[in-house]
């Protein structure tokens, strides 16, 4: 065999190689693409539903808190204010907080996330009128915990740095027995005057399946030429 047909076989069996694999990814992409379409619609339609009591306390452990993630809900109880925990946040109302405040329902504890405070408010001191007394009803979407922190910026309970919306973390750091494994994000109904500010959990998903297809359809379409193109006999040559 010539060095130039070894080459050219080699250069074949690269072509097949890329067209099969980039026409692969290609098939995946337009299948995320569904289930990223589907996932949008049942957010949207949980979102848009009337609220439905929050999961009984026999089911938590049961519970897959991402599958029901932006459930609407709703639950009443009275909070406990004096164990509220401050979470780092950066908001479209700029940098702050969210307050997260327990909240003792019949079924147990739940942590309430009522919503965001600025820097000037993060003392409760300075929005006595959110620290509502007595029960109250409470409706928002149902939200998995987030342990652990942030990227490169991880929970620190001891110093009272909390980056994330970690339950588990959060219940031990202020001696919270019986707490539900998932929050709630009060809407906008809840909101104070002086804050907390409900209502602002942000629904958004990014969903570029539909370029990353064409982007992998495009290269296999680009190897698959050049099969075309090596596969083409080549003239003989003439000797003059």
């Known amino acids: ?3 130039g047909r070894g080459k050219r076989r080699g250069m074949l069996a690269l072509c097949l190689c890329g067209t099969l694999l980039f026409a692969a990814l290609g098939i995946w992409q337009v299948q995320r693409l569904a289930w990223k379409r589907d996932l949008i619609q049942k957010v949207e339609s949980r979102i848009a539903a009337p609220p439905v009591a929050v999961p009984a306390r026999g089911n938590w452990a ?13 639950v ?5 204010h004096e164990r509220e925990t401050l979470v780092d946040a950066l908001t479209a ?5 969210w307050v997260l405040t327990p909240l003792d329902t019949a079924d147990g504890t739940i942590l309430i996330n009522r919503g965001f405070v600025p820097p000037a408010r993060r003392d409760a001191r300075q929005r006595q009128a959110g620290q509502v007394p ?13 342990p ?23 219940a031990a750091a202020r001696g919270l027995p019986d707490v539900a494994p998932f929050f709630i994000d009060a809407d906008a109904a809840s ?30 379409a680009l190897c698959a030429a050049g099969l075309v193109v090596l596969n083409r006999p080549t003239a003989p040559r003439t000797v003059s």
Do not use: C, K
Request: hydrophobic fraction near 40%; charge should be positive; aromatic fraction near 8%.
């Open 148 to 170: 652990g922190g942030r990227l490169l910026r991880p929970n620190r309970p001891a110093a009272e740095r909390w980056f994330s919306r970690d339950v588990a973390a959060i």
């Open 62 to 74: 049961e519970l897959d808190a991402h599958e029901a993630e932006y459930r609407r809900v709703q």
């Open 134 to 146: 007595g029960e109250v009803t409470i409706t928002g979407l149902l939200r998995p915990s987030e």
């Open 1 to 3: 065999m010539s060095a």
């Open 191 to 220: 909101s104070v005057q002086d804050g907390p500010h409900g209502g602002m959990t942000v629904v958004r998903f990014r969903n570029a399946h539909l370029a990353y297809a064409v982007t992998w359809f495009a290269l296999a």
């Open 76 to 80: 009443r109880g009275a909070f406990r």
């Open 93 to 97: 109302l700029g940098p702050g907080s």
